[in-house]
């Protein structure tokens, strides 16, 4: 009997055996039964609990094994009885095998549907029999480390969680018994695995792969990708392209292999067996084509969806394979936009009376190009280098070309609209230019009646919105939006009257075409390649916010691919190097005594005011930049928050008044801007007192030509201009000294007005001065400001990346 891990016999705890008439039987050794009183209890100790079958095997005075089994009972029950107890041979008859070291042994069957199963298990050698055991089953404690050791060894080589070769328990991840492995995991495991499995020490490798199966072999032959019309999108500014792709002579099924492109599988069996590898460069790259395709529409299963304005695209699918069908066509003809060595070479037109530079030269090519094939784009130049004129260099080759047809119309800010009038008559006299300033009521006469016979039709923005049925109802060969960041927001009306407005032509015009958002950019996009970026939800979900907050620079390089043949931008520093210098300082200047203590009076209060704001910072926008407006007020003067303070000096009027009065005196023409008109008309009045001229502009200005005349004339040495009214449609190179009275966190804003000096048919360096209070909102502003200009410049100009967001931290750090 058994208590508590003693085994409590008669006699002897040994398992012996001898032969009996060729029968052989074991029990336990003993004596005679002694009289009760003769009795002995012998005790013998254990190194673990037996087993309940090896205790029920014990109570029997023996277990005679047959001869026939002799050899099941050596192969199967042998080693499990050795774990219990020591067996010895009680006659030499009695020969008991030896016990070889167990191998861990891994047994692979192939499977349907390239598939194979692994069996792991320990085999014992028995004499010249195997035994086998399951892989968890308990070993003999001399084996235990050894059989440890080895599978550990397995486990981590096997550890990769893709592979599925190991299983959760409560104290971990363990090699699991059974797994089956498949498709690119099979393969994975054939060619990685098992090759090193056997080379470790204690581990057996069992194959059992029938003759019949596939011999599975990789191919090296690259791909031949082949994009063939689909004609399902119904659409006719769309194009379904099926995908099929072979590889070595063989068609790989679509299905499957964008399943394995989009888990990021590293092979593909083929049903032949043949494999071969997806790290490539073709499929990575048609991965991410379906992928975008996918993200930005809904084209059906297996079909990859490409619009007419994705000129991009169409390039990159010609790197990838080939194009066959209508598409076929529609490629060729849209290579030239990207690729500037094969652009068609298109005259310039005679009537132009203008010598184009070559780089607007090559600006009216691809004008001419887009025009051609009815696909609308950004002219997105720097400020000064002729946007207005390549653009009238179009609409004078399309007369010439096309003959008489419905006039062009061009929307622009009221400022610029004469502008346009003028430069229509300088350079293309042949054109008949007409321009909208008033509405019907005022200039008594209807729309179509007043551009009758006319070739290029100019109004404003604001026309164009409250008169827009009247201009939708007219026949237009193309529509140009000059400063088109007017129209940015595709919230605005002014978006949806250009957006909606029937030409088949459409063109947008600025330096600036994003100002503080990839939203931006979108919108002037969906005005003129409406099919480039489909829709503003995920165009954000696809590239803006991977772009500007998971600052995802594969996205961004995407990005700049997609825009970049439909939008043409130059710098001056890169096409005008005939252009004199521009020098820029930031002039840090220390507030008065008198007025610090007041800024810093009016900056305690804000900024517990907005703090308790920015939880809701959507919610509390317009109340949060309210403050922040005040808080550059006060940076400025004091005075703009509250008249009672008109006591307290204006460091910065105290500056500029010094500065101005000596460049006045050294003969230097200056413009001074500023954000808030109250501030510039203090500085004229400064100016005046100083005994200064000066001519003034902003909002309110009625008779701008008279005024711009005055300054161009040499009337007045210094300019003042607000920010908004004279920020752009300006040609001043008459001055040569330019000064920000206030940053703002919009570095286009600022370039726009230094580029009214610093422009083609400047001849002297240009030297800009930005006024910065020290210790100031103002100080933050410029560092967010240079944030922006790294975000405009890594889209468009391909720099670094920068996000642009003003978050609920920026806005902290500026209260700071």
Same mark, same amino acid.
């Given at each position: 009997?058994?208590?508590?891990?003693?085994?409590?016999?008669?006699?002897?705890?040994?398992?012996?055996?001898?032969?009996?008439?060729?029968?052989?039987?074991? =029990?336990?050794?003993?004596?005679?039964?002694?009289?009760?009183?003769?009795?002995?209890?012998?005790?013998?100790?254990?190194?673990?609990?037996?087993?309940?079958?090896?205790?029920?095997?014990?109570?029997?005075?023996?277990?005679?094994?047959?001869?026939?089994?002799?050899?099941?009972?050596?192969?199967?029950?042998?080693?499990?009885?050795?774990?219990?107890?020591? +067996?010895?041979?009680?006659?030499?008859?009695?020969?008991?095998?030896?016990?070889?070291?167990?191998?861990?042994?891994?047994?692979?069957?192939?499977?349907?549907?390239?598939?194979?199963?692994?069996?792991?298990?320990?085999?014992?050698?028995?004499?010249?029999?195997?035994?086998?055991?399951?892989?968890?089953? !308990?070993?003999?404690?001399?084996?235990?480390?050894?059989?440890?050791?080895?599978?550990?060894?397995?486990?981590? +080589?096997?550890?990769?969680?893709?592979?599925?070769?190991?299983?959760?328990?409560?104290? =971990?991840?363990?090699?699991?018994?059974?797994?089956?492995?498949?498709?690119?995991?099979?393969?994975?495991?054939?060619?990685?695995?098992?090759?090193?499995?056997?080379?470790?020490?204690?581990?057996?490798?069992?194959?059992?792969?029938?003759?019949?199966?596939?011999?599975?072999?990789?191919?090296?032959?690259?791909?031949?990708?082949?994009?063939?019309?689909?004609?399902?999108?119904?659409?006719?500014?769309?194009?379904?392209?099926?995908?099929?792709?072979?590889?070595?002579?063989?068609?790989?099924?679509?299905?499957?292999?964008?399943?394995?492109?989009?888990?990021?599988?590293?092979?593909?069996?083929?049903?032949?067996?043949?494999?071969?590898?997806?790290?490539?460069?073709?499929?990575?790259?048609?991965?991410?084509?379906?992928?975008?395709?996918?993200?930005?529409?809904? &084209?059906?299963?297996?079909?990859?969806?490409?619009?007419?304005?994705?000129?991009?695209?169409?390039?990159?699918?010609?790197?990838?394979?080939?194009?066959?069908?209508?598409?076929?066509?529609?490629?060729?003809?849209?290579?030239?936009?990207?690729?500037?060595?094969?652009?068609?070479?298109?005259?310039? &037109?005679? =009537?132009?009376?203008?010598?184009?530079?070559?780089?607007?030269?090559?600006?009216?090519?691809?004008?001419?190009?887009?025009?051609?094939?009815?696909?609308?784009?950004?002219?997105?130049?720097?400020?000064?280098?002729?946007?207005?004129?390549?653009?009238?260099?179009?609409?004078?080759?399309?007369?010439?070309?096309?003959?008489?047809?419905?006039? $062009?119309?061009?929307?622009?800010?009221?400022?610029?609209?004469?502008?346009?009038?003028?430069?229509?008559?300088?350079?293309?006299?042949?054109?008949?230019?007409?321009?909208?300033?008033?509405?019907?009521?005022?200039?008594?006469?209807?729309?179509?009646?007043?551009?009758?016979?006319?070739?290029?039709?100019?109004?404003?923005?604001?026309? $164009?919105?409250?008169?827009?049925?009247?201009?939708?109802?007219?026949?237009?060969?193309?529509?140009?939006?000059?400063?088109?960041?007017?129209?940015?927001? !595709?919230?605005?009306?002014?978006?949806?009257?250009?957006?909606?407005?029937?030409?088949?032509?459409?063109?947008?015009?600025?330096?600036?075409?994003?100002?503080?958002?990839?939203?931006?950019?979108?919108?002037?996009?969906?005005?003129?390649? !409406?099919?480039?970026?489909?829709?503003?939800?995920?165009?954000?979900?696809?590239?803006?916010?991977?772009?500007?907050?998971?600052?995802?620079?594969?996205?961004?390089?995407?990005?700049?691919?997609?825009?970049?043949?439909?939008?043409?931008?130059?710098?001056?520093?890169?096409?005008?190097?005939?252009? !004199?210098?521009?020098?820029?300082?930031?002039?840090?200047?220390?507030?008065?005594?008198?007025?610090?203590?007041?800024?810093?009076?009016?900056?305690?209060?804000? /900024?517990?005011?907005?703090?308790?704001?920015?939880?809701?910072?959507?919610?509390?926008?317009?109340?949060?930049?309210?403050?922040?407006?005040?808080?550059?007020?006060?940076?400025?003067?004091?005075?703009?928050?509250?008249?009672?303070?008109?006591?307290?000096?204006?460091?910065?009027?105290?500056?500029?008044?010094?500065?101005?009065?000596?460049?006045?005196?050294?003969?230097?023409?200056?413009?001074?801007?500023?954000?808030?008109?109250?501030?510039?008309?203090?500085?004229?009045?400064?100016?005046?007192?100083?005994?200064?001229?000066?001519?003034?502009?902003?909002?309110?200005?009625?008779?701008?030509?008279?005024?711009?005349?005055?300054?161009?004339?040499?009337?007045?040495?210094?300019?003042?201009?607000?920010?908004?009214? =004279?920020?752009?449609?300006?040609?001043?190179?008459?001055?040569?000294?330019?000064?920000?009275?206030?940053?703002?966190?919009?570095?286009?804003?600022?370039?726009?007005?230094?580029?009214?000096?610093? /422009?083609?048919?400047?001849?002297?360096?240009? +030297?800009?001065?930005?006024?910065?209070?020290?210790?100031?909102?103002?100080?933050?502003? +410029?560092?967010?400001?240079?944030?922006?200009?790294?975000?405009?410049?890594?889209?468009?100009?391909?720099?670094?990346?920068?996000?642009?967001?003003?978050?609920?931290?920026?806005?902290?750090?500026?209260?700071?």
């Amino acid at each position: 009997m058994l208590a508590d891990g003693m085994l409590v016999a008669p006699d002897s705890s040994v398992l012996v055996g001898q032969p009996v008439h060729g029968v052989a039987w074991w =029990g336990v050794r003993g004596q005679a039964a002694p009289r009760p009183r003769d009795r002995v209890l012998r005790l013998a100790p254990l190194a673990r609990p037996l087993e309940p079958g090896f205790i029920a095997m014990l109570t029997k005075p023996a277990i005679q094994v047959p001869a026939d089994d002799e050899a099941r009972f050596f192969e199967q029950y042998y080693p499990s009885l050795l774990r219990q107890a020591e +067996m010895v041979a009680v006659d030499p008859s009695v020969r008991l095998p030896d016990l070889g070291a167990a191998a861990l042994t891994l047994t692979v069957n192939r499977m349907a549907g390239h598939r194979l199963s692994l069996r792991w298990e320990w085999v014992l050698p028995v004499g010249d029999r195997h035994h086998r055991e399951p892989l968890w089953a !308990p070993a003999l404690v001399a084996d235990a480390a050894d059989r440890e050791k080895v599978v550990r060894r397995v486990t981590e +080589m096997v550890a990769d969680p893709t592979l599925g070769l190991l299983e959760s328990t409560p104290a =971990g991840p363990q090699l699991a018994a059974t797994a089956d492995v498949a498709g690119d995991t099979m393969i994975r495991f054939l060619n990685d695995i098992l090759p090193r499995l056997t080379d470790i020490d204690g581990v057996d490798i069992v194959r059992q792969l029938d003759d019949a199966g596939p011999a599975y072999q990789e191919t090296l032959q690259a791909p031949v990708i082949t994009f063939a019309s689909a004609d399902t999108s119904g659409q006719p500014d769309w194009y379904d392209l099926s995908v099929q792709v072979a590889v070595g002579g063989e068609q790989v099924p679509f299905d499957e292999l964008f399943v394995a492109l989009a888990a990021d599988q590293q092979y593909l069996i083929l049903p032949s067996g043949m494999y071969f590898s997806l790290d490539r460069a073709e499929f990575r790259q048609l991965r991410d084509l379906i992928a975008e395709s996918r993200a930005l529409d809904d &084209p059906p299963h297996g079909v990859l969806r490409v619009g007419r304005f994705q000129a991009g695209l169409w390039q990159e699918l010609a790197e990838l394979g080939e194009v066959s069908g209508q598409a076929a066509a529609w490629q060729e003809a849209v290579r030239s936009l990207s690729d500037a060595g094969s652009r068609v070479e298109h005259r310039i &037109p005679s =009537g132009l009376k203008a010598t184009l530079r070559p780089y607007q030269q090559d600006g009216f090519r691809w004008l001419a190009a887009l025009h051609e094939h009815r696909l609308g784009g950004v002219l997105a130049d720097d400020m000064g280098l002729g946007k207005t004129l390549q653009a009238l260099a179009l609409i004078c080759h399309v007369r010439e070309t096309s003959g008489p047809r419905a006039p $062009f119309l061009v929307v622009a800010p009221a400022s610029v609209v004469h502008n346009w009038a003028s430069e229509a008559s300088q350079f293309t006299p042949d054109l008949v230019a007409t321009t909208i300033t008033q509405t019907r009521a005022r200039r008594g006469a209807t729309l179509a009646d007043a551009v009758r016979g006319a070739d290029l039709v100019v109004t404003s923005y604001t026309l $164009f919105r409250l008169e827009f049925e009247d201009y939708e109802a007219l026949d237009w060969s193309g529509l140009i939006l000059d400063e088109a960041q007017f129209v940015n927001n !595709p919230h605005s009306q002014g978006y949806r009257c250009a957006k909606q407005l029937p030409a088949q032509f459409k063109l947008a015009i600025t330096g600036t075409p994003m100002e503080n958002n990839l939203l931006e950019l979108w919108s002037l996009l969906s005005i003129t390649a !409406p099919g480039l970026f489909p829709r503003a939800d995920r165009f954000t979900d696809h590239y803006r916010n991977p772009i500007e907050k998971a600052h995802d620079a594969e996205r961004l390089a995407q990005l700049r691919r997609r825009i970049r043949p439909l939008m043409l931008r130059r710098r001056k520093a890169d096409v005008a190097a005939d252009l !004199p210098d521009k020098q820029e300082q930031v002039i840090e200047l220390d507030l008065n005594p008198k007025h610090r203590k007041v800024y810093q009076t009016y900056l305690q209060r804000e /900024r517990q005011k907005v703090l308790g704001l920015l939880g809701d910072l959507q919610q509390n926008r317009f109340e949060i930049f309210r403050s922040l407006t005040l808080l550059r007020q006060a940076s400025l003067d004091v005075t703009l928050v509250d008249p009672k303070h008109r006591a307290v000096p204006s460091t910065k009027l105290d500056m500029l008044a010094e500065q101005v009065s000596d460049l006045v005196a050294e003969g230097h023409r200056t413009l001074v801007f500023s954000q808030f008109t109250r501030f510039l008309d203090a500085a004229r009045q400064r100016m005046e007192a100083a005994g200064i001229r000066c001519c003034y502009l902003d909002g309110a200005t009625r008779d701008r030509a008279t005024v711009l005349a005055e300054f161009k004339n040499g009337t007045a040495p210094v300019f003042l201009i607000s920010l908004k009214a =004279g920020g752009f449609g300006l040609n001043l190179t008459e001055a040569d000294y330019c000064i920000l009275l206030d940053p703002w966190w919009n570095p286009a804003t600022e370039a726009q007005a230094v580029d009214r000096v610093h /422009r083609i048919g400047q001849t002297r360096n240009v +030297m800009v001065y930005r006024l910065v209070a020290k210790d100031t909102i103002e100080e933050k502003v +410029m560092a967010l400001k240079a944030r922006k200009a790294e975000l405009f410049g890594s889209v468009l100009d391909g720099g670094d990346f920068a996000s642009a967001q003003l978050t609920a931290a920026d806005i902290r750090d500026l209260l700071q």
